[in-house]
């Protein structure tokens, strides 16, 4: 078991920490991998490594066989080794403590993947080296790279290319060149242009590149084989190395290499690594011993008597672990290219830290210094034993925390110098986890990932914990997916009813995606999709609340937006008619609304920063770019207020009433009350009253909201709809199938593929996700089972029709939504809010 008084010493020492999440698409195979590296550390057995699956620590996860929660393990490596680069001195020992978090790869749980990345500084990306890089591969990595996260790649199942497609060491490796340069492709696409993380290019000749098989436990990266052979070449391992990868053809006759093929030459790769890999692999699968005990004896590997009893796949999982064990392998990476703390968060702290970056807090996470004032970012809640009570799961950016010290809790809404989502309390108790478990850590220093025990009840999701009276919040996660399928939720017996509102607060916290709320008198659950909404029912249902619960039908969200620049000025007068305000709604240009979600284009942003951008890439007018009010709702929603008025006075004495006003408008639009997207307000003028005693809130908010819902109305208003990115992977006889449904659910193909080397097709369309709910069954029906669908949240796209006409498909929406909410079956019409002079 760990050594735990061990543990905190290593802890200390920042430059031996690795902190990583594991990334992937679903079902490529990162929970075994995690199994390998579990083993390595002592906190599960050898054998029972790739099989246990021992981050799966929910019942669901153990019955579906994929990860639904992210899960933290904190592991001791007594490493051998002195400084990065070099290899071990007999006798010298480096500790190297690895924080790593085992990641879902279903996209409907990729909120799970954000909150990871976010305390994390690298990631192992798995592909599978038979289907490849996948769409979920694609945007896992995006996000790590958002978040400035380090990757490193492991290409997991190569025993499928030896014995399931058997390919010749050729093919494999053109297969595996495809997926490293595939992954390079990622990188240099998203990776951006700043270069702070230096080279991040992923090259097995450099190291930061390993192959393996997560299931039986084998794994090996180009080091491996070049310190092998390193001896009986009489050169050194570094220069080998690069041979093994590339244009590098050798003759064994020779004993010469060249850069071109050519006859009697052998591609370096091929000879050295594939060839006694695939070797070593079929004879023991083949059971042939006498061949077996040949191989084993070359490579230094001893049998025992009940070892040499074994025969098939547990001859070839005992040989090959002994051989080539997969922690070796992926320790080589992690503690050589993933970055030390000390060093990542010189490169992150101003991505991270919404405040001054000269201040006590942020010269403190630079340095990751721990006797700086504390820092620790809070990115999800677990359950722990207590029922209903949860650890926050956070990393220490600076300082150290310690169980009973007093700290400033920030939620999301914390201003510096408000008390609004303040708390000042005490810490209860640090943990350090390990999966499931926990055990007490005392004090833990940055550069760590901390369980902190108490703080549940003053943060709902995510939050910043520090003893700097001045500190500014972390940056809140952004996420890949979007909360848009929606189920109404209700007690069986209404005796029962406070325990689903209780439940229902719980359930906020133990997922970082879920929302709950009230909507219409009814009790709603959001999520990502079907199968991220059917995890939290049962979860409510079964822990959180624990009494029976009816659901609704899942319900799609919609948006609301325009299409067109207002048609006239709309003007609305306050209750008390001694102000007037004017207003028009145009819709964002293309692409602003998504920048602004993910933050490129945000509120607290210099404003010549953002100026610039706004008329280079939008062609803004300079001077409406300084006038930005503000954006919404909640402050960095899609919608924009821009004050484009001449010299009006008193303005600026009203601005936090129409700000106020333009939150409530953007968040409750016109047509449904839903959501307001990609929409720009402009205040065009204004008329004041001089007295402050006119013009207060009471008088302002309700009549901005009246001239924002004018002026969409006069702007073609429109009804948005989410849709999904569909990628269906089907063997070509079922293609057809596949197509006709697709097409059948309102679905755009926009790309069709055929793999490889392979007999599998990839098919890629848009679809609404209205229409995606039943889609698995359908697709298993029309296929006979053959196809795997993946569903990824894309964009919104206007529906069809005028709202306004009650027979257009948007008109039918808009009124199934207000039916829903208990709203009037009509829209209001534009007289309700539009005065005249």
């Given at each position: 078991m760990v050594n735990q008084e061990r543990m905190r010493e290593a802890m200390c020492q920042a430059r031996n920490v690795r902190n990583m999440a594991v990334i992937a698409h679903v079902d490529h195979g990162k929970t075994t991998l995690t199994d390998a590296l579990l083993a390595r550390a002592g906190v599960i057995s050898l054998e029972q490594a790739g099989d246990k699956c021992a981050t799966h620590t929910r019942k669901d996860?153990?019955?579906?066989?994929?990860?639904?929660?992210?899960?933290?393990?904190?592991?001791?490596?007594?490493?051998?080794?002195?400084?990065?680069?070099?290899?071990?001195?007999?006798?010298?020992?480096?500790?190297?403590?690895?924080?790593?978090?085992?990641?879902?790869?279903?996209?409907?749980?990729?909120?799970?993947?954000?909150?990871?990345?976010?305390?994390?500084d690298g990631a192992m990306v798995v592909v599978d080296c038979i289907e490849g890089v996948c769409v979920q591969t694609e945007t896992v990595l995006r996000q790590a790279l958002a978040e400035r996260i380090r990757p490193v790649?492991?290409?997991?199942?190569?025993?499928?290319?030896?014995?399931?497609?058997?390919?010749?060491?050729?093919?494999?490796?053109?297969?595996?060149v495809r997926i490293v340069e595939n992954v390079n492709v990622i990188l240099a696409t998203y990776g951006g242009e700043d270069g702070v993380m230096g080279d991040i290019m992923l090259d097995p000749a450099k190291g930061n590149?390993?192959?393996?098989?997560?299931?039986?436990?084998?794994?090996?990266?180009?080091?491996?084989?070049?310190?092998?052979?390193?001896?009986?070449?009489?050169?050194k391992a570094e220069k080998l190395r690069r041979r093994l990868w590339g244009d590098h053809f050798y003759s064994a006759t020779d004993r010469k290499w060249r850069k071109t093929p050519a006859e009697g030459f052998t591609r370096g790769f091929n000879l050295f690594v594939v060839e006694p890999l695939v070797k070593m692999l079929r004879a023991c699968k083949d059971s042939d011993m006498e061949k077996v005990l040949k191989l084993t004896s070359g490579v230094n590997v001893t049998l025992s008597t009940e070892e040499r009893d074994l025969a098939g796949k547990g001859l070839m999982r005992c040989v090959m672990k002994k051989w080539l064990p997969a922690a070796d392998a992926m320790l080589d990476m992690i503690g050589e290219h993933l970055p030390s703390p000390e060093v990542a968060q010189q490169y992150r702290t101003d991505m991270l830290y919404e405040g001054p970056l000269d201040d006590s807090a942020a010269v403190a996470m630079k340095k990751c210094d721990p006797n700086g004032p504390l820092m620790i970012f809070v990115s999800k809640m677990v359950p722990a034993a207590d029922k209903g009570r949860f650890w926050a799961i956070g990393r220490v950016f600076s300082g150290t925390v310690a169980t009973g010290m007093k700290v400033r809790i920030m939620g999301p809404d914390y201003k510096p110098g408000s008390q609004t989502d303040l708390f000042v309390r005490p810490i209860q108790g640090t943990k350090i986890m390990v999966g499931a478990s926990n055990y007490s850590a005392g004090e833990v220093p940055c550069g760590n990932i901390v369980g902190l025990g108490g703080v549940d009840k003053y943060l709902l999701k995510t939050g910043t914990i520090t003893t700097y009276e001045h500190a500014h919040n972390l940056r809140v996660l952004k996420f890949s997916v979007s909360p848009v399928v929606r189920v109404a939720v209700d007690v069986v017996n209404p005796a029962h009813l406070p325990k689903l509102v209780e439940g229902l607060k719980r359930l906020g916290?133990?997922?970082?995606?879920?929302?709950?709320?009230?909507?219409?008198?009814?009790?709603?659950?959001?999520?990502?999709?079907?199968?991220?909404?059917?995890?939290?029912?049962?979860?409510?249902?079964?822990?959180?609340?624990?009494?029976?619960?009816?659901?609704?039908?899942?319900?799609?969200?919609?948006?609301?937006?325009?299409?067109?620049?207002?048609?006239?000025?709309?003007?609305?007068?306050?209750?008390?008619?001694?102000?007037?305000?004017?207003?028009?709604a145009r819709p964002l240009p293309d692409g602003?609304?998504?920048?602004?979600?993910?933050?490129?284009?945000?509120?607290?942003?210099?404003?010549?920063?953002?100026?610039?951008?706004?008329?280079?890439?939008?062609?803004?007018?300079?001077?409406?770019?300084?006038?930005?009010?503000?954006?919404?709702?909640?402050?960095?929603?899609?919608?924009?207020?821009?004050?484009?008025?001449?010299?009006?006075?008193?303005?600026?004495?009203?601005?936090d009433s129409v700000v106020?006003?333009?939150?409530?408008?953007?968040?409750?639009?016109?047509?449904?009350?839903?959501?307001?997207?990609?929409?720009?307000?402009?205040?065009?003028?204004?008329?004041?009253?001089?007295?402050?005693?006119?013009?207060?809130?009471?008088?302002?908010?309700?009549?901005?909201?009246?001239?924002?819902?004018?002026a969409m109305l006069t702007a073609g208003p429109r009804i948005l709809e989410p849709v999904y990115l569909v990628e269906v992977a089907c063997p070509s006889q079922a293609l057809g199938g596949a197509i006709n449904l697709i097409s059948r659910?309102?679905?755009?193909?926009?790309?069709?593929?055929?793999?490889?080397?392979?007999?599998?097709?990839?098919?890629?369309a848009y679809m609404p996700v209205n229409e995606s709910f039943g889609f698995n069954e359908q697709l298993r029906g029309e296929t006979g089972g053959q196809a795997f669908p993946q569903f990824h949240f894309d964009h919104w796209q206007t529906l069809a029709g005028d709202p306004l006409d009650a027979t257009s498909r948007a008109g039918v929406v808009v009124a199934e939504i207000r039916q829903r909410k208990g709203l009037a079956e009509k829209i209001p019409a534009l007289e309700n809010y539009l005065d005249r002079i």
């Open positions: 996860e153990q019955a579906k066989g994929i990860t639904i929660k992210s899960t933290a393990v904190s592991m001791l490596f007594e490493r051998i080794g002195s400084t990065p680069g070099e290899r071990p001195v007999e006798g010298e020992g480096r500790p190297l403590v690895v924080h790593l978090i085992d990641s879902p790869g279903h996209v409907d749980f990729s909120s799970e993947v954000t909150a990871a990345l976010r305390i994390a790649l492991m290409v997991n199942k190569m025993d499928r290319a030896v014995f399931e497609i058997q390919l010749t060491p050729e093919e494999m490796y053109r297969a595996l590149v390993a192959f393996g098989s997560g299931l039986h436990g084998w794994g090996f990266n180009l080091d491996q084989f070049a310190r092998m052979y390193a001896d009986r070449f009489k050169v916290k133990a997922d970082p995606m879920v929302q709950c709320i009230m909507d219409g008198g009814q009790h709603v659950v959001m999520g990502a999709g079907e199968l991220h909404l059917s995890v939290c029912l049962q979860d409510l249902e079964e822990e959180h609340a624990g009494v029976p619960i009816k659901k609704s039908e899942p319900v799609v969200t919609y948006q609301e937006t325009v299409s067109a620049a207002s048609d006239r000025i709309c003007l609305a007068k306050t209750p008390n008619k001694l102000c007037r305000l004017y207003m028009t602003l609304p998504d920048m602004i979600e993910k933050g490129t284009v945000k509120a607290t942003q210099d404003v010549k920063e953002r100026g610039r951008l706004l008329v280079d890439q939008f062609d803004f007018n300079l001077g409406d770019t300084k006038k930005i009010w503000c954006f919404g709702p909640n402050g960095s929603g899609p919608n924009m207020l821009v004050d484009t008025s001449k010299a009006v006075n008193y303005l600026q004495d009203i601005r106020a006003g333009f939150q409530w408008a953007t968040a409750e639009g016109v047509l449904s009350e839903s959501t307001v997207r990609g929409v720009r307000f402009n205040i065009e003028d204004a008329m004041v009253h001089g007295d402050s005693s006119h013009r207060g809130g009471s008088q302002i908010i309700p009549a901005t909201r009246r001239a924002l819902y004018a659910k309102r679905g755009e193909i926009i790309m069709q593929t055929q793999q490889e080397g392979t007999p599998m097709c990839v098919v890629m």
